[in-house]
């Protein structure tokens, strides 16, 4: 089945303890992107990446890393956890990086609170 | 820059009834437009899709009209269920650039 997974689902943790939420698509799509969803606020881009070593920062990047080694992963680390980043997290992949039409395919989210 | 404005929810609506949500949106260049929905404790999926204008994007009894000139993406459905009950989402996108959302509106059907 073609999917974009997440681990974990749900994450409760401590401000400043250092956190890697993972994010794998099997569909070798090129394109693959964090957002993060907020109230009110839609989703915002946080990085996103064209292909693998090729990572650029959306919208929102402050106190965010990526890296994409490989195709197939696209890992969002957290140095140093804040409670303004508790949120709701969602990765996403795309099959054209170029498409303008391509649909991205959305994982489940995971849920996030710093405390 | 690009950005994307939808009515604020939630809607709620009785079975049957008509939708429409309203989506208007400004950006640079020539973007292409979705509607996206989110069931509850999912992620988002595509509903439907308009790459240029005057396309009308549809799907499940869906429906949306790229319109240019008035820069809308209105969302409508003729005949809605409660399994319609979710978070849609306006979006749009122009060249390399990410998916822009929209604040999202909730929509609650009853029976």
């Known amino acids: 089945e073609a999917q974009v997974t997440q681990n974990p689902r749900y994450l409760i943790t401590v401000t400043g303890k250092k956190l890697t939420v993972t994010c794998s698509q099997n569909m070798n799509h090129e394109y693959m992107s964090w957002y993060r969803q907020d109230p009110g606020l839609g989703l915002r881009q946080i990085y996103y990446s064209m292909n693998v070593e090729v990572t650029d920062k959306g919208d929102v990047p402050e106190g965010y890393k990526v890296s994409r080694k490989e195709k197939r992963n696209f890992p969002l680390i957290l140095e140093s956890p804040s409670p303004n980043q508790t949120s709701l997290y969602f990765c996403?992949?795309?099959?054209?990086?170029?498409?303008?039409?391509?649909?991205?395919?959305f994982g489940p989210g995971t849920r996030l609170t710093v405390t | 820059g690009n950005s994307v404005t939808q009515m604020e929810g939630p809607v709620t609506l009785s079975e049957e009834a008509f939708l429409t949500i309203n989506c208007t949106y400004t950006a640079t260049g020539y973007p292409s437009l979705f509607w996206y929905v989110q069931y509850p404790g999912e992620g988002l999926q595509l509903l439907l899709k308009a790459t240029k204008a005057d396309d009308k994007g549809s799907n499940k009894g869906f429906e949306a009209t790229y319109r240019k000139e008035t820069t809308s993406f209105h969302l409508e459905k003729g005949s809605v269920q409660v399994s319609d009950s979710a978070v849609y989402f306006c979006a749009l996108r122009t060249g390399r650039r990410a998916l822009t959302f929209g604040s999202g509106t909730r929509l609650q059907v009853q029976p």
């Open positions: 996403a992949s795309s099959p054209n990086r170029d498409g303008l039409s391509y649909e991205q395919y």
